[in-house]
């Protein structure tokens, strides 16, 4: 099929993939309405027709991951924590694998100003909610940390691994060049700290 046939939605997600790449890369800021235009190999009018500016793209890119990424984990509070715990370290792993362009557009979003209530609707449910309240529902002790404040140290490790490994890894003096092969071991620290969390003990199998 030729661009000139294409339909709106083929060419809406191409424009919204290479924004993605391109916002990830280089932040809002630094990206105009034509470069990703150039990039999508379409006329820069389109983009401003579909999606009317460069920040409702944005808002566009960032409301359609984030709820994406929330879907990953379908939080259940009746869910046994082993198969709750597993599911977790799936979406942690998908997250560091499969999602480093959204979460690097979310952090240089955030540095370049726009603020989180501009892309998320209160009606949206975000992961880090999700897992707040699966900690909360499973805590056997009310002395244990915060669920929030466990949820959004676990989020914050991810998004600073995406954006900041090669730094993270060398300031415990560990190479970076390791870092792909220890994402596993990485995201099983983190399941492991929230398996503390909701009382577990340190030697449970996880």
């Given at each position: 099929?030729?661009?000139?046939?294409?339909?709106?939605?083929?060419?809406?997600?191409?424009?919204?993939?290479?924004?993605?790449?391109?916002?990830?890369?280089?932040?809002?800021?630094?990206?105009?309405?034509?470069?990703?235009?150039?990039?999508?190999?379409?006329?820069?009018?389109?983009?401003?027709?579909?999606?009317?500016?460069?920040?409702?793209?944005?808002?566009?890119?960032?409301?359609?991951?984030?709820?994406?990424?929330?879907?990953?984990?379908?939080?259940n509070p009746k869910q046994l924590p082993s198969i709750a715990l597993d599911n977790l370290r799936m979406m942690l792993l998908r997250a560091l694998n499969d999602e480093e362009n959204i979460i690097k557009l979310i952090v240089r979003s955030e540095l370049d100003g726009l603020a989180p209530e501009q892309y998320v609707s209160g009606q949206d449910e975000r992961a880090a909610n999700l897992i707040a309240r699966w900690i909360e529902t499973n805590q056997s002790d009310p002395n244990l940390p915060d669920p929030k404040i466990v949820s959004m140290l676990i989020i914050g490790a991810v998004f600073a691994f995406v954006s900041a490994n090669p730094w993270l890894m060398t300031a415990v003096s560990l190479p970076p060049e390791e870092y792909e092969r220890r994402k596993p071991e990485i995201i099983d620290t983190a399941v492991w700290m929230i398996a503390r969390a909701i009382g577990l003990p340190p030697d449970t199998g996880l």
């Open positions: 099929m030729s661009k000139q046939n294409e339909s709106a939605e083929i060419v809406k997600d191409r424009v919204l993939r290479e924004a993605t790449r391109l916002f990830a890369l280089y932040g809002v800021n630094a990206v105009s309405i034509r470069r990703i235009a150039e990039e999508a190999g379409i006329n820069h009018a389109l983009i401003i027709r579909y999606f009317g500016s460069k920040e409702k793209l944005v808002t566009e890119i960032l409301h359609r991951q984030i709820t994406m990424l929330t879907g990953y984990y379908p939080a």
